[in-house]
């Protein structure tokens, strides 16, 4: 226990064979089960598992007959620690690229009641630039900046880390089988616990790469796949937090910078096209499009300025 508190752990696992002993081995004495779901390994990791679980009462595992991804995995686990009596379920990937030495900050604001949900956040320490793929340091603050706006929490950078803490009525209330199964179902996450207005906090965390962890995730795709979901993710929280459950007027702030997005779009189309075709901008219609465009702009920063407002007591 910690601080009085049953601490569980899950941990996603795919071919990790050569990373799962490790993260056993250095998990702290303070963690009251473990909870390992294989995403249907092809390699020797639930083999090694098995081995583990002889010398550790604690250790359950969970067997995918079919492979179904990072969340999918994440859907099972999580559903299974729902039936457990744990007050703080904790994710740590089988890759041990998730320090043990960072957990007690990340328990401590669940446990101590001042979040429902903490998140490690790799980009805080100044050795993040060095230690991280520069390629997986870009998409990940490209990703983390939309995911503000998609989420709602304004505060939280380093969006696709999945180093977590989730206290029990967050865990209980989340419908998981609902989520989102490949790479963006931490940013899923995310979204869903701010429809439900539950506490974030970020945690400074430390960056660990190049320990022999192999990553499967082609961050050009992941890029484009996971901000498709962002946008389908942010309309879906507009309508579930600002009008079915409790209406807020920045819809209309971020519906009229849409429309007017749209239309700017069209004008300036239709400039470039009377451009090439009479060499020539009517003015009237270059300030339209002007118009029209500070317009967009300026009813989507209201928006998101509403939003902001209305979500700083989750921090």
């Known amino acids: 226990m910690y601080k009085n508190k049953k601490i569980g752990v899950v941990i ?12 056993l081995e250095t998990m702290p004495d303070f963690i009251d089960q473990i909870v390992i779901v294989d995403d249907k390994s092809t390699d020797k990791t639930v083999g090694i598992i098995n081995s583990y679980q002889k010398k550790f009462q604690n250790i359950t595992l969970l067997e995918h007959k079919t492979n179904k991804g990072a969340g999918g995995a994440m859907i099972t686990a999580y559903n299974f ?23 007690p900050a990340l328990l401590d604001p669940v446990v101590e009641g001042k979040a429902d949900y903490s998140k490690g956040n790799r980009l805080f320490t100044g050795e993040a630039y060095q230690k ?5 340091y870009f998409g990940n603050a490209f990703l983390s900046l939309f995911t503000k706006i998609a989420s709602g929490y304004w505060h939280v950078a380093d969006s696709q880390s999945g180093y977590t803490a989730i206290n029990k009525k967050a865990l ?12 963006g179902h931490p940013n899923d996450i995310l979204v869903r616990l701010n429809v439900q207005n539950f506490r974030v906090k970020d945690v400074p965390v430390e960056p660990v790469y190049n320990i022999g962890e192999k990553s499967g995730i082609k961050i ?40 007017f997005g ?35 702009s300026l009813f989507t920063l209201f928006g998101m300025w509403f939003d902001m407002e209305a979500n700083k007591d989750l921090k």
């Open 12 to 23: 996603p696992a795919h071919n990790e064979e050569t990373q799962i002993g490790k993260v």
């Open 81 to 103: 620690a729902k039936s457990m009596d744990l007050d703080v379920v904790v994710r740590m990937d089988g890759d041990g690229q998730m320090a043990p030495k960072d957990l």
């Open 132 to 136: 991280i793929p520069k390629v997986r």
């Open 172 to 183: 209980q209330m989340i419908d998981w089988n609902q989520l989102y199964t490949w790479y």
């Open 220 to 259: 050009g795709r992941a890029i484009f796949k996971i901000g498709w979901l962002l946008i389908k993710l942010f309309f879906w929280r507009m309508k579930e937090k600002y009008i079915i459950r409790d209406f807020h007027p920045l819809v209309f702030f971020y519906a009229l910078g849409g429309l």
């Open 262 to 296: 749209i239309v700017t779009f069209l004008l300036f189309i239709r400039l470039l096209i009377l451009w090439y075709l009479t060499g020539y901008i009517p003015p009237i219609n270059a300030l339209a499009a002007m118009f029209s465009f500070m317009s967009a």
